[in-house]
Structure formats: structure tokens, C-alpha cells
């Protein structure tokens, strides 16, 4: 059990359920600033002792993952993944596209620095390190044999370009979608990039290259 949880759980527990949320807050709205915030500075910005905050996170990586649990996901397919490639895809953008909407602002904040910032600082930028592509590989992970891994790796890419906030912003600021619209579209692309891939390699026929 995390000392987080252990001490939430004692005494007070609504008080401190409050206090634990406050700070967690705190820190994502520092991260819409751009900052990778520290305990002592989310505590700071919630009001709270900086005592008192390392009661709930010990470290900045504990209360970071509190902000943003997707952070160490390294799945996004749940405990009982579906074998079926395109059922795989729609729960990975599914799940994709539901953070973009819950983390649109900060998500927004990361985009625009990493495209204001020197290639350096955009490594550092909390939620822009490419946990997406990963995501999407595992997804495809069927596909591994039957398309060859170059291809698959584009794949990859091109479904990234069309499902993420790039892709949100385009389709609600330029094109005028609402966002259940916009999510809807980066559906149909990811499905339809991966049926097109998917048609090819059977019309070209013979085994993929791992």
C-alpha cells in the first residue's frame, strides 16, 4: 500500500480526500502552464503545507501519476485484451480519444511549447513523449506477420497523425467539428487506415517480413 493511500485512509478521511484532490488540481493546473511541477510548488499553489503534501505524495513522480494515471500505462487493451486487430484499435482510440477530452488544455499547452520550444526542452514536456506510439503498436500486434514490419510502422505513424491532439485541434478550430464529431472522424480514420494496410497486403500476397 502507498503512503499516499495509507494516510488518505486514516482519520479525517473526507478532509483529507479534499486536501489530496486540492493538490492534485494545483499540479495540472501548473502543467497547463507548461510547468513540470514539484510537490513544494503544487502545494504552494493549493494553499497547503509542504509538510502536509508529502503526507499524500511522498515524490513528484507519485503525485504526477496521480494527475495523470496514462503516464505509466504501458497498455491501454484492459486485462482481457480481444484478438481481433480492429476491435484492438477501437479500444486503444477509445481510450486515446477520452484523454484528449479530459487533458484537452493541457494537452494544448504541450503542443504549443514543444512546437515554441529547441528539441531538448520538448523531451522533457510532461505529457508529449510518444506513449501513443506504443499503444499503437501493441494494438496492431496481430498484424505481425501478414504486414511487413516497415509497413506496419507507418501504419502506426499515420494512425498517430489522424488520433491526437494535433489532430483535435485541426478538426475543432479550422474545421469546425464539434469534439463528439471530431472523436467520431479519428474513429473512422484509424479504422479505415488500418483496413486499407490490411486490403494491400492481401492483394500483394506472401509473407511479411517480422
Partial sequence: MSMSISYGSTGRTRQKARTRQAIIAAARGLIRTGETPTVEQAADEAGVSRATAYRYFPNQRSMLV????????????????????????????????????????????????SLESEGTHRQHLLLRQGRVIGWLEEALEPARGKIPKAERRRLVYAIRCAVGIEALAWLCDVAGLTRSDAVDLMHWSARALLQSVLADSKTKGGPAKR
Avoid at 66 to 89: F, H, K, N, V
Fill in 66 to 113: 496521480a494527475a495523470y494515471p496514462e503516464i505509466e500505462a504501458r497498455s491501454l487493451l484492459g486485462a482481457d485484451p480481444p484478438e481481433d486487430i480492429t476491435a484492438r484499435l477501437d479500444r486503444v482510440v477509445d481510450e486515446v480519444t477520452r484523454m484528449l477530452i479530459e487533458r484537452e488544455p493541457e494537452l494544448r499547452t504541450m503542443l504549443r511549447l
